[in-house]
């Protein structure tokens, strides 16, 4: 058996987990499915794109750094595009779904999200086309570690990019004032007015994180995969698989709910067939919601 | 000081516009008293002290906190200007631990100061000390009004408003609750108690008021309030023998 799949499925279950933070994050403290998540991915990576070309431009062409595909720009460029698309989150946050929000009909603001993802995703093949690109075109050779597996560079500093990003966010929610104010927003909006808590804060703190995430989430796959308008859509429902599975509102759980959707996705193809990925995929979130109906971390509400 | 700390004039108030609950209300509490609100169900006794703490939308009438008028201050700077809120129900944060439910409701202290008010609070509930790690929604129901009281408590407030803390205790923990808030008054704080437990209440009170469909119908001093027997035919009714 070729053990293979298990990198495939990390790698695929990182970009899945890291999207899905954002979209936990947006559904237990804003308290709705937000839609437009993927495409969020989606103009991150365009954004960073249109960066490394500025970048590009205006300093000339850059050697990648040591074995990797891409060099210095791509990770000012993602940094920035990271902040950016934190940035647009807050923005159409501010223009759209804040004034839906103060209605208190969730679902018109779900809807609002259908709405944006397609504007947001057809704003993106007007300006880009629906051709494929990719941050560099060099082909990279996959390093053999034992026991059949093989690892590109690139794809070692995105599971190491990952892993910092996820230890990160997991100690920001944790131990830091804002994110301790938003864990207790999501579990009591009313009494987190009460003790002082800003809401407005909490709310800004969860969109500019979501997006960021989200963008390093579309820069990930814009390395390993490719970069196109309807990247984020076809992460869009593993994403909102990983958060459910992980147990709404739990950072870590988004993330293993990732791993675990990237995994048996991977484990499926070869394993049965690529035709299947999704069917096992979504038989394992079937699965283990009979067993633990709030996922993995997900606490019963009272 | 001379004048009250806590003053509400012909206080309006309700969720929906032109649905009032709260129908021009007037009362005040003084520095280090108990000051008890009672009244049938549905009077909007809860609703008032909601509508002082920001939390009930108010159409008319004010709210002053030591004389600064505080009517439409947003509900999460009520407690910068030193006005702390008790709930009935729902009143921790049931995933976070007992110590991170103390951390997050001491966000208005310095930096510097909370660890040690932290540990000033877990020295007044020393139940609270030998839970301090596990998740609040684990504790029983006193020991969540324990907490939510050492919550409210932390940040040092003026005024505190506490809406049935005996809801759904023993008879034990009543007794508890109730020495623990006239401990507080001797220490000088004032507390503004909502309570169906009128005789538990009335006994700790040093004066009450009687609110019937959000007005304030009867006032007067706590001890008398009790033997007052028109007060107690027409608003506590048969809970004055089922009380307690």
Known sequence: MNLQFLVDGVLSGSMVGLGAIGITLTYSILRFSNFAHGDFMAWGTYATLTLVGVIGATFGATAPLGPLSFGWPLIVAGLAGMVLTGLMALALDAVLFARLRARGQSIIVVMASFGASMALRSLLEFTFTSRPTYFSRSIQMAMPVGWGIRITPDQIVLLGMTVVLVTAMHLFMTRSRTGREMQAYSQNAALARVVGIDVARVVRATWLLGGALACAAGIMVG???????LMGLDL??????AAILGGIGSVPGAVLGGLIIGLSEAGAVQLIGAEWRQAVAFVILMAVLLVRPNGIFGVRER | MTGPILQVDALV?????????VRGATMQANAAEIVVILGPNGAGKSSLIKAIAGLVPVTS???ALDG????QVPAHQMVRRGLAFVPQTDNVFPLMSVQDNLRVSAGVLARAEIAGRIDEMFQMFPDLARQRRLPAGSLSGGQRQMLAAARALIVRPRVLMLDEPSAGLSPKFVEM???QLAEMRRAGLTIVLVEQNARAALAIGDRA??????????EGPAASLWHDPI??????????????
């Open chain 2, 231 to 244: 007060i107690a035919e027409l608003y506590l009714g048969q809970r004055k023998e089922g009380a307690r």
């Open chain 1, 236 to 241: 869009l429902l593993p994403m909102f698989a």
């Open chain 2, 209 to 218: 008021y009687v609110l019937v469909e959000g007005r304030v119908a009867h």
């Open chain 2, 68 to 71: 600064q008028e505080i009517t």
């Open chain 2, 177 to 179: 609750v109730f020495a």
């Open chain 1, 223 to 229: 390395v390993i995969v490719q970069i196109r308008p």
């Open chain 2, 13 to 21: 108030a309700g969720y929906e516009p032109g649905l009032s609950i």
């Open chain 2, 61 to 63: 009438g004010s709210v």
